[in-house]
């Protein structure tokens, strides 16, 4: 499968922003799908998650009750709803697929990683 992530941009500090994440070749819709976010210096981390059918979401301490993870099985794609922004929330995030039982929170779960979309938010 293959993914294509967009939607970031530049933000001032409380201010939203929607990423979204195209999916074209396997089936979308027996994928889990998890977004992942990496700032200068510091490592790939977790952000949110969200099963096939779109009936469980996961998230990070960080971001939870701020961000919203959704899935579209029809159109292939998935989308992160990212409100109240903060400075820390800069980085680029990642989309990425994978069709196992492993944790969905340990990056090397996924099989398939979108390029990448730059959030950077100002304070």
């Known amino acids: 499968v293959q993914l294509q992530a967009s939607g970031g941009g530049l933000v001032q500090a409380g201010g939203s922003l929607r990423l979204s994440c195209a999916a074209s070749?396997?089936?979308?819709?027996?994928?889990?799908m998890g977004w992942f976010r990496q700032a200068p210096g510091k490592e790939r981390e977790f952000v949110s998650s969200?099963?096939?059918?779109?009936?469980?979401?996961y998230y990070s301490d960080s971001v939870k009750g701020r961000f919203t993870i959704s899935r579209d099985n029809a159109k292939n794609t998935v989308h992160l709803q990212m409100n109240s922004l903060k400075p820390e929330d800069t980085a680029v995030y990642y989309c990425?697929?994978?069709?196992?039982?492993?944790?969905?929170?340990?990056?090397?779960?996924?099989?398939?990683w979108g390029q990448g979309t730059l959030v950077t938010v100002s304070s």
């Open positions: 990425a697929a994978r069709n196992n039982y492993r944790s969905g929170y340990d990056p090397s779960a996924y099989e398939y």
């Open positions: 070749g396997r089936t979308f819709s027996s994928f889990a």
């Open positions: 969200i099963r096939w059918n779109g009936r469980t979401t």
